[in-house]
């Protein structure tokens, strides 16, 4: 028999345009999407629907099944997810930030009110690794979750590294559409530590406290580092890192990592996002866009169509955060100067106020010399001289 299911969308830009362009039906399931929240009636929309400025036009319509927030941030996000599942609607989402603050507290409204909420999209963009972790590797013992996550960064980092200067890479990454016109939240690790809180629910069962995850994002470095780094064949990536150690505790970081230039992630473009998972039963390897209106927008289809199976909602515990502590990676010391020989050193970390956890430095920094973690698992590890 012939089922149909409406979809409300809050948000109707980049990634709610691309999921109202991919209605089709599944089975014997019908889909359509009725209408959408926008701030701007007037802005020019490249498909007609129903628009509405008024969010309860679509939290309050007994008719949809499945409300999809696609408008970004924490409020007013958290609060009308929050009404859509109180009123038993499925909810789908792209939206790390909220997801990273709220997760925990969502999911067991979701559960309280036996319904589904579905955040592929939130993390890898069209990259289904949630589902990887969540149904396919639950056998699994996960040991480590590392990935590629920001497509921002990796752009800048790329761009510096071919010699083009910051800002200019930045005008460059917004042009293209991979930046936003405020960056600080991918230049500054904190996009990656969103979403890396959410891989390591799936891989650990564990929430961290995403304030207190040990990040260092990416910096203007200087010509010379580039060239010393091309000479080594050596690359730079902000790679966020989760392990479990033998204690059970969570080591976990965002920073930039510096990579041999053979390794998969060295070789990552513009958008595209890898992410290993190393467990008991092998290592895997994700790689793939991880950003884009369509990318994102199928991996949001992906969790429309599974809300209509009402899966088990997760367990999440404990609900109080978990504090990861920083990674214990070999460090590199890079010195401008092309006569010093690189020198290996530890990673340092210096508390910062105790309320804040770590800040990643190294000791009693040397002028003119750049520290950066070496990635020591998976694939190839980078050497030194
Ligand atoms: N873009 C990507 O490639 C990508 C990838 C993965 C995840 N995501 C996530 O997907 C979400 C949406 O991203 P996007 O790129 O589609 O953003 P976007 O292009 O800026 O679209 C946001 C939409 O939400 C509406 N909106 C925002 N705040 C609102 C408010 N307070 N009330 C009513 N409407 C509001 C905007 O209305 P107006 O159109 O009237 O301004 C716009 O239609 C974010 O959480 C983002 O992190 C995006």
Not at 81 to 101: C, D, F, H, P
Not at 118 to 147: C, F, Q, W
Not at 173 to 198: F, N, T
Not at 357 to 362: A, D, E, F, T
């Amino acid at each position: 028999m012939a089922h149909l299911v409406r979809i409300g969308l809050l948000g109707f830009g980049t990634v709610g345009q691309a999921v109202a362009s991919l209605v089709r039906p599944f089975g014997v399931t019908q889909f359509e999407v009725t209408k959408a929240l926008v701030r701007d009636l007037d802005r020019p929309r490249p498909m007609p629907l129903p628009l509405t400025t008024r969010p309860q036009d679509i939290l309050d319509d007994p008719s949809i099944d499945v409300v999809v927030e696609v408008i970004g941030g924490r409020e007013p996000a958290r609060t009308w997810i929050a009404q859509a599942l109180s009123r038993g609607k499925a909810v789908v989402t792209a939206n790390k930030e909220v997801m990273a603050y709220h997760g925990p507290d969502l999911l067991a409204l979701a559960q309280q009110h036996n319904t589904f909420l579905g955040y592929e999209a939130s993390v890898g963009g069209g990259i289904p690794v949630l589902d990887a972790l969540r149904y396919h590797l639950t056998t699994a013992n996960v040991k480590t979750v590392a990935g590629v996550l920001n497509g921002t960064s990796n752009y800048l980092l790329w761009a510096m590294s071919r010699g083009q200067e910051y800002q200019e890479a930045l005008r460059e990454a917004q042009r293209l559409g991979y930046a936003e016109s405020d960056p600080r939240a991918d230049v500054e690790g904190l996009d990656a530590a969103r979403k890396l809180v959410l891989l390591v629910f799936l891989a650990f069962g564990r929430w961290l406290d995403v304030d207190r995850l040990p990040v260092r994002g990416i910096a203007p470095w200087p010509p010379e580092l580039w060239t010393r780094l091309q000479r080594q064949d050596l690359v730079l990536r902000l790679v966020a890192l989760a392990r479990e150690t033998p204690d059970h505790e969570i080591e976990a970081q965002v920073s930039p990592v510096l990579l041999p230039t053979r390794h998969p992630w060295s070789q990552l473009e513009g958008a595209q996002n890898g992410i290993f998972v190393d467990t008991s039963a092998g290592s895997f390897w994700l790689e793939g866009p991880g950003a884009g209106g369509l990318a994102t927008a199928t991996s949001i289809w992906a969790d429309i169509r599974r809300s209509l199976a009402r899966p088990q909602p997760e367990p999440v515990r404990p609900l109080h955060p978990t504090i990861a502590v920083p990674a214990t990676l070999p460090t590199l010391a890079i010195s401008r100067d092309p006569d010093r020989t690189l020198s290996e050193t530890r990673y340092h970390l210096l508390p910062t106020d105790p309320s804040m956890g770590y800040c990643l430095r190294p000791f009693e920094p040397e002028d003119g010399v750049e520290y950066f973690p070496v990635w020591d698992g998976g694939f190839a590890s980078a050497s030194t001289e």
